[in-house]
T-cell receptor, first 113, second 111 residues
Framework: DTEVTQTPKHLVMGMTNKKSLKCEQH?????MYWYKQKAKKPPELMFV???????INESVPSRFSPECPNSSLLNLHLHALQPEDSALYLC????????????FGPGTRLTVL | SQQGEEDPQALSIQEGENATMNCSYK?????LQWYRQNSGRGLVHLIL?????REKHSGRLRVTLDTSKKSSSLLITASRAADTASYFC???????????FGAGTRLFVKA
């Protein structure tokens, strides 16, 4: 299985809602990433987990809370978001020693009202 | 900004022509990668070139890397309408998982 899956595909939420984005891979990759991408912009790195431990947090606001329950799963918990957080959220994974070649999921299109 | 820069921002060509995109980055890298993204979808890895390599080929793709100039180029030969997409370079840094994406080039290939 060479696929990264993300759910849901689309999410609309109010500023007071709590929701979660999910990402899954079964390629045995031990590094997983969350990126945020605004329209016509490149992906911006948010978090990196390596061996289920948070290794990079790019000064992301605390209303975004990542979680890596096991080596195959990565969650992004959302709470009290702002309309400017509306974006495409991409998950990616890479194997250690693969030179950071990343496999991306299709993304979750998030709209915050 | 830590982002690399890419040029051109947008490129429109006819089918069969070659497309060249350039990327510059700011700090020493372990390798540089090129990705493709169709509108609003996930990125697809195209090719990776290591810091000790100068040129790499994969099918219709040719990538060069000049570490002295901190720049790379992606050449797509004999372009097809299906190559229409955004192309991003991504620089990966030594000793970690951090990857920084360039601003991207939007390629339009007209049939």
């Amino acid at each position: 299985d060479t696929e990264v899956t993300q759910t849901p595909k689309h999410l609309v939420m109010g500023m007071t809602n709590k929701k979660s984005l999910k990402c899954e891979q079964h390629m045995g990759h031990r590094a997983m990433y969350w990126y945020k991408q605004k329209a016509k912009k490149p992906p911006e790195l948010m978090f990196v987990y390596s061996y289920e431990k948070l290794s990079i947090n790019e000064s992301v606001p605390s209303r975004f809370s990542p979680e890596c329950p096991n080596s195959s799963l990565l969650n992004l918990h959302l709470h009290a978001l702002q309309p400017e957080d509306s974006a495409l959220y991409l998950c990616a994974s890479t194997g250690v020693g693969m030179g950071n070649e990343q496999f991306f999921g299709p993304g979750t299109r998030l709209t915050v009202l | 900004s830590q982002q690399g820069e890419e040029d051109p921002q947008a490129l429109s060509i006819q089918e069969g022509e070659n497309a060249t995109m350039n990327c510059s980055y700011k700090t020493s890298i372990n390798n540089l990668q090129w990705y493709r993204q169709n509108s609003g979808r996930g990125l697809v890895h195209l090719i990776l070139i290591r810091s000790n390599e100068r040129e790499k080929h994969s099918g219709r793709l040719r990538v060069t890397l000049d570490t002295s100039k901190k720049s790379s180029s992606l050449l797509i030969t004999a372009s097809r309408a299906a190559d229409t997409a955004s192309y991003f370079c991504a620089s990966a840094f030594t000793g970690g998982f951090k990857t920084i994406f360039g601003a991207g080039t939007r390629l339009f290939v007209k049939a």
